[in-house]
């Protein structure tokens, strides 16, 4: 494979991947009952907001946030909040865990050590997708991070840390799309 196609392919390929990075549009979703898995893990969760992200043109997932009484976005991480990814294309679950660590990077240094623990874990949580796959992520502070295929639980990350800079990659000030996080974070006071 050529270099600048090699570079095309890794360039589609991260963008495509469980993160925010380029251009985004809200996508109205229809129904505002969480999914089961949120239901019954965090009672009385509500929409915060939801969007869809776009990559060159391509639909890649919509985005939904559920949240809890008393969420405060600049400090996202004190409360427990769900977030909910439903795939419009098949994308490599190893290609999802490596761009959200390169993205998690940007909420501070991260120890070789700790990184490659972190992708191990991710590589087992995250599974390959396809379209109409819906992966769920949820932040219970102070514990770490539980995850569900369509569902069906997967692997979690007992790591409170890992938590606070994965849900960090849509929801801190860095993020490298605040859009995203804006649309996101629109049925919620600041």
């Known amino acids: 494979m050529s270099r600048p196609l090699q570079r095309r392919t890794y360039l589609a390929l991260s963008a495509a991947c469980f993160l925010p990075?380029?251009?985004?549009?809200?996508?109205?979703?229809?129904?505002?009952?969480?999914?089961?898995?949120?239901?019954?893990?965090?009672?009385?969760?509500?929409?915060?907001?939801?969007?869809?992200?776009?990559f060159?043109?391509?639909?890649?997932?919509?985005?939904?946030?559920?949240?809890?009484?008393?969420?405060?976005?600049?400090?996202?991480?004190?409360?427990?909040?769900?977030?909910?990814?439903?795939?419009?294309?098949?994308?490599?679950?190893?290609?999802?865990?490596?761009?959200?660590?390169d993205e998690m990077r940007r909420g501070g240094p991260i120890s070789q050590d700790t990184a490659e623990r972190w992708l191990a874990a991710m590589i087992a949580a995250f599974a390959d997708v396809k379209a109409a796959d819906r992966?769920?992520?949820?932040?219970?502070?102070?514990?770490?991070?539980?995850?569900?295929?369509?569902?069906?639980?997967?692997?979690?990350?007992?790591d409170p840390e890992f938590s606070r800079l994965f849900f960090g990659i849509w929801l801190a000030d860095h993020t490298s799309e605040p859009r995203l996080r804006a649309e996101l974070l629109a049925g919620v006071a600041p």
Do not use: C
């Open 135 to 158: 992966i769920t992520g949820m932040h219970v502070p102070g514990q770490g991070a539980k995850f569900w295929l369509n569902g069906q639980p997967r692997p979690g990350i007992k």
């Open 21 to 54: 990075v380029l251009t985004l549009q809200a996508a109205a979703q229809g129904s505002s009952a969480p999914p089961a898995e949120i239901g019954s893990e965090l009672p009385g969760a509500s929409l915060a907001g939801s969007t869809r992200m776009r």
């Open 56 to 101: 060159f043109g391509l639909n890649i997932y919509d985005a939904r946030l559920w949240v809890t009484a008393g969420f405060k976005p600049a400090a996202f991480w004190q409360s427990p909040l769900a977030l909910e990814l439903t795939y419009l294309r098949s994308l490599s679950g190893n290609a999802i865990a490596q761009r959200s660590l």
